[in-house]
């Protein structure tokens, strides 16, 4: 039994945690994504840049399940995830965080970080009624679970204030640590540098390579090139909804097709 | 370092709640004793049955954020699976509890599956479409439910042998408001009713934190319709009569009335605004059809002076007069 388990492991250990093929993404006559593949090793920071209208939300959305791929697939380790609606992307492992501030306006910070914490696979009416049937373990796991994102994104002093109350910088940590939360095996980030100040991206930094080196993988799409270059371990490059560029940040960089990209020639 | 994260696992129970909910459970418990006259007694009793309906469309309203008008319709099915069962066939009227509750949950389930994929206006004028059925329904099925003149000489809850009438509805009564008023607090600090809350506050969020919010929402919708279908089965033992008024607009209109003036989603101001709204124009001396236009310059009120309603009025009051300790210090 023990060698069963072993193998297993070493199974799904030798892929990618992420792998895309072939996804393509057309809007009545438009190609927002041409054919793109993509690769996410487990543990790493994957960060997907390109000019506007490249394609990079298109992607993003296409892993979370919040739109449908028009061909091709995507899959985490063995699980395809690709036609899944968002709620049972996130049930697979999968958690991201908005581009614009998706808060739970009516609760406090903690709360909204709490939603994100919590299984939501069953409804368990009983035990909302009568405050039993496992009611104070599940809580007390979830609660668990907001210390750690809470602790990781370093907002633990805004932990009981409404997120009406708070900073937009502010808010956009609170969202990623709602992600956090759920400990998925991949962590989606919609630009999360955007609109964050100088010394706010240098804690957003850390507090994603903390994330990492906690054991999660981070897919993130980012217009701030520089942010990207400078946290990322492996950057791919869209470019009109096709992939011209996959390595590691240097790869990149010295890459033609991408230097014509972003200065034109 | 650790992040005082105690509010969150707070029990819902502290002994001061407990205190508060017990004396004012205790002081209701004796208010026959202390009203004499049966006229009274028959309005209090109206006033908590209303108030569980009321506190059921507010979670509707207020917490799932469905403007439900489908309301009266799910009490009229409870009070007439309870009123023909009981009058007509014979069943025990405890017995009819159990199947006038699972009557409303089914018509909730029947017209939820399609309804709740409907947003905003579309969603009221649907619902009010079925509560305008149901109306047209009890008046003109005349075989099932008596048409126009309704149902009458339906017998009497009887416990240890004796009916429960005056006192004694009213204190079954006050015990199947308690019960709802204890499930709901319950509902709002449970994983169910964040899962609720999400899904009104933000859509894309709740789903990408891997809530099912079709499912999360038609269960409560259901939920909420149970405790409706418990008001109507109170109505009809309380009454021993029923008619379609009890499915009519006026009344759909007077509670929707309460669920504002209360402030939506507050439990406490929501039962005060069905006190008030519930005893004032009786004991002004006003009829029932002018009790709408009381009721309107109500809401007209409070949402000029007190945009989040009375809730919001004793929230204010009650930070003022007791401040809450600093979360962490």
Same mark, same amino acid.
């Given at each position: 039994?023990?060698?069963?388990?072993?193998?297993?492991?070493?199974?799904?250990?030798?892929?990618?945690?992420?792998?895309?093929?072939?996804?393509?993404?057309?809007?009545?006559?438009?190609?927002?994504?041409?054919?793109?593949?993509?690769?996410?090793?487990?543990?790493?920071?994957?960060?997907?840049?390109?000019?506007?209208?490249?394609?990079?939300?298109?992607?993003?959305?296409?892993?979370?399940?919040?739109?449908?791929?028009?061909?091709?697939?995507?899959?985490?380790?063995?699980?395809?995830?690709?036609?899944?609606?968002?709620?049972?992307?996130?049930?697979?492992?999968?958690?991201?965080?908005?581009?614009?501030?998706?808060?739970?306006?009516?609760?406090?910070?903690?709360?909204?970080?709490?939603?994100?914490?919590?299984? &939501?696979?069953?409804?368990?009416?009983?035990?909302?009624?009568? +405050?039993?049937?496992?009611?104070?373990?599940?809580?007390?796991?979830?609660?668990?679970?907001?210390?750690?994102?809470?602790?990781?994104?370093?907002?633990?002093?805004?932990?009981?204030?409404?997120?009406?109350?708070?900073?937009?910088?502010?808010?956009?940590?609170?969202?990623?640590?709602?992600?956090?939360?759920?400990?998925?095996?991949?962590?989606?980030?919609?630009?999360?540098?955007?609109?964050?100040?100088?010394?706010?991206?240098?804690? =957003?930094?850390?507090?994603?390579?903390?994330?990492?080196?906690?054991?999660?993988?981070?897919?993130?799409?980012? +217009?701030?090139?520089?942010?990207?270059?400078?946290?990322?371990? +492996?950057?791919?490059?869209? &470019?009109?909804?096709?992939?011209?560029?996959?390595?590691?940040?240097?790869?990149?960089?010295?890459?033609?097709?991408?230097?014509?990209?972003? =200065?034109?020639? | 370092?650790?992040?005082?994260?105690?509010?969150?696992?707070?029990?819902?129970?502290?002994?001061?709640?407990?205190?508060?909910?017990?004396?004012?459970?205790?002081?209701?418990?004796?208010? $026959?004793? !202390?009203?004499?006259?049966?006229?009274?007694?028959?309005?209090?009793?109206?006033?908590?049955?209303?108030?569980?309906?009321?506190?059921?469309?507010?979670?509707?309203?207020?917490?799932?954020?469905?403007?439900?008008l489908?309301h009266s319709?799910?009490?009229?099915?409870?009070?007439?699976?309870?009123?023909?069962?009981?009058?007509?066939?014979?069943?025990?009227?405890?017995?009819?509890?159990?199947?006038?509750?699972?009557?409303?949950?089914?018509?909730?389930?029947?017209?939820?599956? $399609?309804?709740?994929?409907?947003?905003?206006?579309?969603?009221?004028?649907?619902?009010l479409?079925?509560g305008?059925?149901?109306?047209?329904? !009890?008046?003109?099925?005349?075989?099932?439910?008596?048409?126009?003149?309704?149902?009458?000489?339906?017998?009497?809850?009887?416990?240890?042998?004796?009916?429960?009438?005056?006192?004694?509805?009213?204190?079954?009564?006050?015990?199947?408001?308690?019960?709802?008023?204890?499930?709901?607090?319950?509902?709002?600090?449970?994983?169910?009713?964040?899962?609720?809350?999400?899904?009104?506050?933000?859509? $894309?969020?709740?789903?990408?934190?891997?809530?099912?919010?079709?499912?999360?929402?038609?269960?409560?919708?259901?939920?909420?319709?149970?405790?409706?279908?418990?008001?109507?089965?109170?109505?009809?033992?309380?009454?021993?009569?029923?008619?379609?008024?009890?499915l009519s607009l006026d009344i759909t209109f007077v509670w929707l009335?309460?669920?504002?003036?209360?402030?939506?989603?507050?439990?406490?101001?929501?039962?005060?605004?069905?006190?008030?709204?519930?005893?004032?124009?009786?004991?002004?001396?006003?009829?029932?059809?002018?009790?709408?236009?009381?009721?309107?310059?109500?809401?007209?009120?409070?949402?000029?002076?007190? $945009?989040?309603?009375?809730?919001?009025?004793?929230?204010?009051?009650?930070?003022?007069?007791?401040? !809450?300790?600093?979360?962490?210090?």
């Amino acid at each position: 039994m023990t060698d069963v388990a072993m193998i297993d492991v070493a199974m799904i250990d030798a892929g990618p945690l992420l792998r895309l093929r072939g996804i393509s993404k057309r809007f009545g006559g438009l190609t927002a994504l041409e054919a793109v593949d993509l690769d996410v090793a487990r543990q790493e920071i994957c960060g997907v840049i390109g000019p506007n209208g490249a394609g990079k939300s298109t992607l993003f959305n296409i892993v979370a399940g919040a739109l449908t791929a028009s061909e091709g697939e995507a899959r985490l380790e063995e699980k395809k995830i690709s036609g899944l609606p968002s709620y049972r992307v996130a049930a697979a492992g999968i958690s991201r965080a908005f581009q614009l501030v998706n808060l739970f306006g009516s609760m406090t910070v903690a709360e909204n970080v709490l939603v994100g914490a919590e299984r &939501h696979d069953r409804l368990k009416i009983w035990q909302a009624l009568a +405050h039993r049937g496992g009611f104070a373990r599940d809580r007390g796991e979830a609660v668990a679970r907001v210390r750690r994102a809470i602790e990781l994104m370093g907002i633990g002093p805004l932990a009981a204030l409404p997120v009406s109350r708070i900073t937009y910088g502010q808010q956009r940590l609170v969202a990623t640590a709602r992600a956090l939360a759920a400990e998925p095996r991949l962590l989606l980030l919609d630009e999360p540098a955007a609109g964050l100040a100088g010394p706010e991206i240098e804690a =957003l930094s850390g507090a994603i390579r903390r994330v990492r080196d906690a054991g999660t993988t981070v897919l993130l799409v980012e +217009h701030n090139v520089d942010f990207v270059m400078r946290l990322c371990d +492996h950057v791919a490059v869209l &470019h009109f909804g096709r992939k011209i560029a996959d390595g590691t940040p240097e790869e990149v960089r010295g890459s033609e097709a991408v230097i014509e990209a972003y =200065l034109g020639r | 370092m650790s992040t005082p994260l105690d509010f969150l696992e707070r029990p819902a129970w502290t002994a001061r709640r407990v205190a508060i909910w017990g004396a004012l459970i205790f002081g209701l418990a004796l208010l $026959p004793w !202390a009203i004499t006259n049966g006229y009274y007694l028959t309005l209090a009793t109206n006033v908590i049955i209303t108030m569980v309906l009321t506190l059921s469309l507010n979670f509707t309203i207020g917490r799932i954020g469905l403007f439900s008008l489908a309301h009266s319709a799910f009490l009229g099915v409870g009070a007439y699976l309870a009123a023909i069962l009981a009058q007509r066939h014979g069943v025990s009227p405890w017995a009819t509890l159990p199947i006038a509750v699972a009557g409303s949950m089914a018509a909730a389930a029947l017209i939820g599956v $399609p309804v709740l994929r409907l947003r905003g206006m579309f969603l009221s004028v649907a619902t009010l479409s079925f509560g305008l059925f149901a109306e047209v329904f !009890a008046r003109q099925a005349t075989d099932v439910t008596g048409g126009a003149y309704g149902i009458i000489g339906i017998p009497p809850l009887v416990l240890f042998g004796h009916s429960l009438r005056g006192t004694g509805m009213y204190e079954l009564s006050l015990v199947v408001l308690l019960v709802v008023a204890l499930m709901f607090e319950n509902i709002r600090t449970s994983r169910f009713g964040r899962a609720i809350a999400a899904s009104r506050d933000n859509e $894309p969020a709740a789903g990408a934190a891997g809530i099912d919010i079709a499912r999360t929402r038609l269960a409560g919708f259901v939920l909420s319709a149970a405790v409706a279908g418990s008001a109507g089965w109170l109505y009809t033992f309380f009454h021993l009569t029923l008619n379609p008024y009890v499915l009519s607009l006026d009344i759909t209109f007077v509670w929707l009335f309460v669920v504002l003036v209360g402030g939506l989603g507050s439990m406490r101001g929501v039962a005060l605004a069905t006190i008030l709204l519930g005893i004032g124009p009786e004991l002004l001396g006003f009829a029932s059809t002018q009790q709408v236009l009381i009721s309107g310059v109500l809401v007209l009120i409070v949402v000029l002076l007190a $945009p989040r309603g009375l809730g919001g009025l004793v929230e204010d009051l009650e930070r003022k007069f007791f401040p !809450a300790p600093p979360a962490h210090d």
